[in-house]
């Protein structure tokens, strides 16, 4: 989640809890319930952005291994598909490298 729309939510979430502190009563309780249900959704989303990270990280170094294991085999392929296979190679890591850049990760 962007920093920027993190802190504003955080900042959001932390009015609602004193507005429903100060209430108080039935309407303070729903102000507190609405106030966890937006916490554990921020948490959530910023739980499931790790994750995805994680598993771009590794998506990317598994990428990298690759390139390193098949360049032996590229280099003894006949010139056209090397420079096929190397392409493809390639585009893997830019897609990797733009998901990584899409997401802010």
Do not use: C, R, Y
């Not at 039935?26 to 990270?53: F, R, T, Y």
């Amino acid at each position: 989640m962007n920093e920027t729309i993190l802190a504003k939510v955080e900042g959001d979430l932390n009015i609602a809890a004193h507005i429903g502190a100060a209430l108080g009563g039935p309407v303070g309780v729903i102000a507190d319930a609405g106030l966890q249900a937006g916490e554990a959704v921020v948490n959530s989303v910023v739980a499931s952005e790790a994750a995805h990270a994680t598993a771009l990280q590794a998506a990317t170094a598994a990428a990298a291994s690759l390139a390193t294991a098949a360049a032996p085999v590229v280099a003894a392929l006949p010139a056209a598909d090397a420079a096929k296979a190397q392409a493809g190679l390639s585009l893997l890591q830019t897609v990797l490298a733009d998901l990584k850049s899409i997401f802010s990760l």
